[in-house]
């Protein structure tokens, strides 16, 4: 085991140093073949070279193998067939590599053969694995689902009580203010009752003394209004005799004033009469005047217009005729003077 282990940690270190040189795949396989074989006498099979490289699939390293079993096989009769050596050792040689051939071919078939085997209950464990992953996956997503569905709730839920929090916290906030105000109003009341009572006892104590200063007063008013009703009786009594005689001359008085109203009544109704006799009379006159007016005015007309025939005609010589034409408008003026 002590002489085992160190070939091992040397060939996974040679391996991975393989794996940075040779990104491909099959030339990796091909290198480990190499190194297995010639470096540390190791038999290459394909399970081992799956194991050491860890990439493609199973197929990978079984066709490198067969790869790598036939340029071996066609190098080593390439110097065989043109080595300089005897018939006998060429023989030997050739019988020596046919051996190594069948045994590597023997040992890569058996291994190609369990790694079959191999890959096949892998594969099996593999489907049933993956069975039980889609189931696993299945009932997992149906959870997540559940889980998914219960936490939008939730989160609407949540969303619903930090909004009914930040409700009850201004309503908080609120009535605490208010609860404030309402004891710093509590506060201010209870100074004003104090203040209100203290004024109260001092307006009580005013009180009781104008009430008594005013029962003094009003012992003392009864006194003087006593004394007062005594005269206004006496005066009242003096009235009632001075009204009834007042209402006896009064009814005197009456009596004449109707008979006096009477009187005036009938002077009354006889100056009416005589005032519209007068209107009827201050009428006609007013139409008189206003005809004699109208016939004063045709006069003035006519009398205008002679003085005016006169005044375009050629003088005369003195004598009666023209001057009793020029009296004559002079005698019907008269005469409308005298008419009216």
Same mark, same amino acid.
């Given at each position: 085991?002590?002489?085992?282990?160190?070939?091992?940690?040397?060939?996974?270190?040679?391996?991975?140093?393989?794996?940075?040189?040779?990104?491909?795949?099959?030339?990796?396989?091909?290198?480990?073949?190499?190194?297995?074989?010639?470096?540390?006498?190791?038999?290459?099979?394909?399970?081992?070279l799956y194991q050491l490289?860890?990439?493609?699939?199973?197929?990978?390293?079984?066709?490198?193998?067969?790869?790598?079993?036939?340029?071996?096989?066609?190098?080593?009769?390439?110097?065989?067939?043109?080595?300089?050596?005897?018939?006998?050792?060429?023989?030997?040689?050739?019988?020596?590599?046919?051996?190594?051939?069948?045994?590597?071919?023997?040992?890569?078939?058996?291994?190609?053969?369990?790694?079959?085997?191999?890959?096949?209950?892998?594969?099996?464990?593999?489907?049933?694995?993956?069975?039980?992953?889609?189931?696993?996956?299945?009932?997992?997503?149906?959870?997540?689902?559940?889980?998914?569905?219960?936490?939008?709730?939730?989160?609407?839920?949540?969303?619903?009580? $930090?909004?009914?929090?930040?409700?009850?916290?201004?309503?908080? &906030?609120?009535?605490?203010? +208010?609860?404030?105000?309402?004891?710093?109003?509590?506060? +201010?009341?209870?100074?004003?009752?104090?203040?209100?009572?203290?004024?109260f006892a001092a307006e009580?104590?005013?009180?009781?003394?104008?009430?008594?200063?005013?029962?003094?007063?009003?012992?003392?008013?009864?006194?003087?209004?006593?004394?007062?009703?005594?005269?206004?009786?006496?005066?009242?009594?003096?009235?009632?005799?001075?009204?009834?005689?007042?209402?006896?001359?009064?009814?005197?008085?009456? +009596?004449?004033?109707?008979? $006096?109203?009477?009187?005036?009544?009938?002077?009354? &109704?006889?100056?009416?009469?005589?005032?519209?006799?007068?209107?009827?009379?201050?009428?006609?006159?007013?139409?008189?005047?206003?005809?004699?007016?109208?016939?004063? $005015?045709?006069?003035?007309?006519?009398?205008?217009?002679?003085?005016?025939?006169?005044?375009?005609?050629?003088?005369?010589?003195? &004598?009666?005729?023209?001057? &009793?034409?020029?009296?004559?408008?002079?005698?019907?003026?008269r005469k409308a003077g005298?008419?009216?």
């Amino acid at each position: 085991m002590t002489d085992v282990a160190p070939d091992e940690v040397r060939l996974a270190a040679e391996v991975e140093r393989l794996k940075t040189e040779f990104p491909k795949t099959r030339e990796l396989y091909r290198e480990v073949c190499a190194l297995l074989f010639f470096r540390f006498g190791i038999t290459p099979t394909a399970n081992r070279l799956y194991q050491l490289v860890r990439r493609g699939s199973m197929s990978t390293p079984t066709a490198v193998l067969l790869e790598f079993w036939a340029e071996l096989r066609e190098k080593s009769r390439v110097r065989v067939q043109h080595a300089d050596l005897p018939e006998e050792l060429q023989g030997a040689a050739g019988e020596l590599l046919a051996a190594l051939w069948t045994r590597a071919a023997a040992a890569a078939q058996a291994s190609l053969e369990a790694l079959r085997l191999e890959v096949e209950d892998v594969r099996h464990a593999a489907e049933a694995a993956l069975a039980a992953t889609r189931a696993d996956l299945g009932r997992t997503e149906a959870a997540l689902e559940q889980r998914t569905a219960a936490l939008l709730t939730a989160q609407v839920r949540i969303q619903e009580l $930090e909004q009914a929090q930040a409700a009850a916290e201004a309503t908080r &906030g609120a009535l605490q203010d +208010e609860l404030e105000r309402a004891r710093k109003a509590g506060q +201010e009341r209870d100074v004003a009752l104090a203040q209100a009572r203290t004024d109260f006892a001092a307006e009580l104590d005013k009180l009781r003394a104008s009430a008594e200063l005013a029962q003094t007063r009003l012992q003392a008013a009864e006194k003087r209004a006593l004394l007062e009703i005594e005269r206004e009786r006496t005066a009242n009594a003096r009235l009632q005799r001075d009204a009834e005689a007042a209402a006896q001359r009064a009814s005197r008085s009456e +009596e004449s004033a109707r008979a $006096e109203i009477q009187a005036l009544q009938t002077q009354l &109704g006889d100056l009416r009469h005589k005032a519209g006799m007068l209107e009827g009379q201050l009428d006609t006159l007013r139409t008189t005047h206003e005809a004699q007016a109208r016939e004063r $005015e045709v006069e003035r007309q006519k009398g205008a217009a002679v003085a005016a025939a006169a005044a375009r005609r050629p003088p005369r010589r003195a &004598g009666r005729p023209a001057d &009793g034409a020029a009296a004559r408008p002079l005698r019907a003026a008269r005469k409308a003077g005298q008419k009216a």
